[in-house]
């Protein structure tokens, strides 16, 4: 499966997926791509202290802190960056992580739910390099996908 078709079929699931499906996927995959393991590389130089007590607090709390309160706690991060290009990799996904789904708790949208997914994805990808042509091929790209699917797919009978 090339890059292009791996996202193709990411926005079907996405587009065809239960409520509850769209939900549940959220929930595990931002809790996932804003594990600590990920802020290790976070630094004074690149963010203030403020900032990164906020960025530490948004993700200990992902599942329990509303759309307006992660909001604030992203307003908090941004308005402490320190550096104009060049925040670590893992922080920069953790922030994006952490966008994505207050946009989606705020307005409810799909979209936000696609591109957690290829966050995901893209987490994966740093750590293996996946084949553009075969993008499937390493065990861990193939296992992200499966996660992706298992989540999404409509099943008969699960309540929206």
């Not at 130089?45 to 759309?67: F, K």
């Amino acid at each position: 499966m090339t890059y292009s078709e791996l996202e193709a079929a990411i926005l079907r699931l996405v587009v065809e997926a239960t409520e509850g499906g769209v939900r549940a996927f959220g929930e595990e995959t931002v809790t996932r791509l804003v594990r600590p393991d990920l802020l290790v590389g976070a630094t004074d130089d690149e963010l203030g202290e403020e900032a990164l007590t906020a960025l530490g607090d948004a993700c200990a709390n992902v599942l329990t802190i509303g759309a307006a309160e992660l909001h604030d706690a992203l307003a908090t991060v941004y308005d402490g960056i320190l550096v104009d290009d060049g925040l670590d990799q893992g922080v920069l996904t953790v922030i994006s992580a952490l966008a994505h789904w207050q946009s989606y708790l705020e307005q409810n949208r799909r979209g936000e739910i696609y591109e957690l997914a290829i966050r995901s994805v893209e987490d994966v990808d740093h750590d293996v390099s996946a084949d553009l042509d075969d993008f499937l091929a390493t065990p861990e790209m193939a296992a992200e996908y499966a996660r992706i699917r298992r989540l999404l797919a409509p099943r008969a009978g699960r309540e929206t």
